[in-house]
């Protein structure tokens, strides 16, 4: 039973059912979105948002030990009709068995305690068509999960029989990171030499193998003990963004070069490990993963070498900072170390490696009952680039909510944040809960 | 740190034999009998909480609570919001410990994320209430001087007065107040109403209770409307109870994280 065919069998079979015990129950929001970028020179690129979406919710609780959900999202978008879809986010049945519940179907998985990102979260694959927004746009996997509770312990195991990637940035958005331009030219291998202009082509992406060998697990034990949370996972399946193999082919004489590039997913394994506590008011979490790559060897330089990552932080609430007004302040810090070494450059489309030594704040502050203001930013170090967003939030009525947020990005050109520095935008969104 | 729902709907229960006061009692032993009163070993309530801004602005939340006294006397409770839709399904779970801080755990249902919550901040405000965490407490007996200074009939109700001052150093250190002022009811040693000194002596909050009721199946009695209010901003929280259960067995399973998550 294919994905789509699964997923649909179980919406339908949330909108049969009826029991005795009680009617489905329908949510959901309506959300108007709108960007504008204050550059705008590259007309070949989509340069706004002016979308909207219908998102619909139905439950149904069968019972103490069944409940079924299914989420069904319409977007619009005028300026960018590459982003347009009807979309199963989520369906899946929920069966409560003692000390085991049971989740299968189609759904979101949202693993670790960091904010910035989180190395242990290798399951879900995002929608990062736009880079800056990935706020609720992670994909549902279709997948069984199982978690067994005794006491403060609880074991989760996941099983995914097929793959789902992540959604790139179409090659006409503003977030289609650039390949460079140029390339050495290996008649002059000197440096300072002159480099040929290079010209892309794109193959359709390399899936994995419908079947077992496509199959994805994962295992986490998460327990809680004297005042600590803390979990240890494995994770067996594959990345969620796409390696680029590169074929390059040189007109006879050098002038010309053609680069055929073609994503492909790989698989890999990760361990991982996570923990939070709190001491008095002061709050501190870690998170780290190892992964192994399919490229252990450090031989092919499109697949991703050995490495880990992790991220440490730290949240305090000062108290009546201004009267009546409470400042909530969040700082990570965000490591990526190669083991074994292999000094490997990565390009902007790595968008694994963006955060290989950077620093994260946030911090936010209630201006009345119903307003807020937020200011995150993160700066990386070795590549000297930034994104600085600040926003407000404004309760307008129950469940409508009107927010604005201000991105400024920076940097050298080939660094991340730097390569979308004209990317600067005010983000308005408008939502209705229901 | 705990919210005590008791203290959270500040309905404090009846004693039958309040309304005969012997003599005039003292401040302790008047707070002795509501502390006495208030005593449950579970409770299930649903309830309306309005957030009222100074220009008369509204917000509603919907919410269950649910709680439990454990045999060494420490509490659980379980907070789930009903409504409106962008914040149903928030939960939060505190843990009361004797031997260290509290457990609290917020759940948001948008990040799909369960998140500790530092114990010390009790001046913070409570999911955007005039509640802190500090007001929803459970009386502390020991950690404060109680004055009776005087009596009182409020809205036909005999109360007294009994002043509350923090002695306990570590509560002088956490509190965000310097005294309370306490309107205790005679006959059924219900809080009816409470002033909020700052620590620098100024009247900031009041807290008003009312529609008394007997509580269905319970030979308790509870205050089924609540408004805590800043007397300087004029902006309020109103809580009027909609269901209310005592002692009706609700178990321990509810103050897991893994119920905390569970979609209601």
């Avoid at chain 2, 649910?66 to 919001?81: A, G, K, P």
């Avoid at chain 2, 250190?173 to 100024?202: C, M, N, P, V």
Wanted: no cysteine.
């Amino acid at each position: 039973m294919n994905r789509l065919m699964f997923s649909v069998l179980l919406v339908l079979a949330l909108l049969a059912v009826r029991t005795a015990e009680g009617q489905p129950r329908l949510g959901g929001f309506f959300e108007y979105d709108n960007i504008t970028y204050f550059e705008n020179e590259n007309r070949q690129k989509i340069n706004g948002r002016n979308q909207v979406i219908l998102q619909t919710d139905v439950r149904h609780d069968a019972g103490t030990m069944v409940n079924m959900f299914s989420s069904l999202e319409f977007r619009y978008d005028q300026a960018d009709p590459t982003r347009n879809r009807v979309f199963l986010d989520e369906a899946y049945v929920d069966l409560y068995l003692g000390s085991l519940d049971l989740r299968v179907g189609r759904q979101v998985y949202a693993w670790g305690r960091a904010d910035l990102f989180n190395p242990t979260d290798n399951l879900t694959a995002w929608d990062y068509s736009d880079i800056l927004d990935t706020e609720a746009e992670k994909l549902g996997l279709v997948s069984a999960r199982a978690n067994y509770y005794v006491d403060n312990w609880s074991l989760e195991v996941v099983l995914a029989p097929s793959f789902s990637p992540s959604v790139w940035p179409g090659y006409d958005s503003r977030w289609w990171p650039e390949l460079p331009a140029f390339i050495e030219n290996p008649a002059y291998p000197q440096q300072g030499s002159p480099r040929l202009k290079a010209r892309y082509e794109f193959a359709n992406e390399a899936l994995p193998d419908e079947g077992l060998r496509s199959m994805q697990y994962a295992l986490k034990l998460t327990g809680f003990l004297r005042g600590w949370d803390f979990s240890v996972s494995w994770f067996d399946g594959f990345d969620d963004l796409p390696a680029l193999h590169l074929d390059t082919t040189f007109d006879s004489a050098f002038t010309s070069v053609l680069v055929e590039v073609e994503p492909r997913y790989h698989r890999r394994r990760a361990v991982g490990a996570d923990a939070a506590t709190t001491f008095g008011s002061l709050g501190v979490h870690g998170e780290a993963a190892y992964y192994l790559t399919e490229d252990w060897s450090g031989t092919d330089p499109a697949i991703d070498d050995p490495y880990l990552q992790y991220v440490i932080g730290a949240d305090y609430t000062l108290t009546n900072v201004f009267p009546e007004k409470d400042l909530f302040l969040l700082v990570e810090w965000s490591q990526e170390v190669q083991v074994p070494d292999r000094n490997t450059v990565y390009r902007l489309t790595d968008l694994n490696h963006v955060f290989r030594k950077s620093l994260f704040a946030k911090a936010d502050i209630n201006l009345d009952e119903f307003s807020k203001v937020t200011v995150s930013g993160v700066y990386n170090i070795e590549t000297e680039d930034w994104w600085l967003q600040s926003g407000a939030n404004w309760s307008i009525a129950d469940g409508l909510e009107l927010r604005a947020n201000l991105d400024l990005l920076g940097g050298p050109d080939g660094s991340f944040f730097g390569g979308f520095k004209e990317n600067k935008r005010l983000h308005v969104r408008l939502k209705y809960s229901f | 740190m705990k919210i005590k729902y008791s203290e959270f709907t500040v309905a404090f229960a009846l004693i039958t034999s309040a309304s005969a006061w012997a003599q005039t009692p003292t401040g302790r032993e008047v707070m002795e009998a509501y502390k006495e009163q208030d005593r449950t070993e579970d409770t299930a309530s649903e309830m309306r909480m309005s957030i009222i801004n100074a220009r008369g602005g509204t917000r509603e939340r919907k919410l269950t609570v649910w709680s439990i006294t454990r045999d060494n006397d420490t509490e659980m409770q379980l907070i789930r919001f009903l409504a409106p839709a962008d914040v149903k399904g928030t939960g939060f779970l505190s843990i009361e410990n004797l031997d260290r801080e509290d457990d609290n755990f917020l759940y948001l249902p948008a990040l799909r994320k369960t998140r500790r919550i530092a114990g010390s901040d009790k001046q913070d405000r409570f999911v955007g209430t005039h509640f802190t965490y500090e007001d929803l407490e459970s009386e502390e007996l020991d950690a404060y001087t109680y004055a009776l200074i005087g009596s009182e009939t409020l809205d036909g109700s005999d109360t007294w007065i009994v002043e509350a001052v923090p002695t306990d150093p570590d509560k002088i250190k956490e509190t965000a107040y310097s005294k309370r002022e306490l309107w205790i009811s005679k006959d059924h040693a219900l809080i009816l109403q409470a002033k909020y000194f700052d620590r620098e002596g100024a009247y900031v909050k009041r807290l008003r209770a009312r529609d008394v009721r007997q509580v269905p199946g319970a030979n308790k009695w509870r205050a089924y409307h609540l408004t805590m209010e800043d007397v300087l901003k004029g902006s309020k929280t109103v809580i009027e109870i909609l269901t209310y259960d005592i002692d009706q067995g609700v178990s321990e399973d509810y103050f897991t994280q893994r119920y905390l998550t569970r979609r209601g």
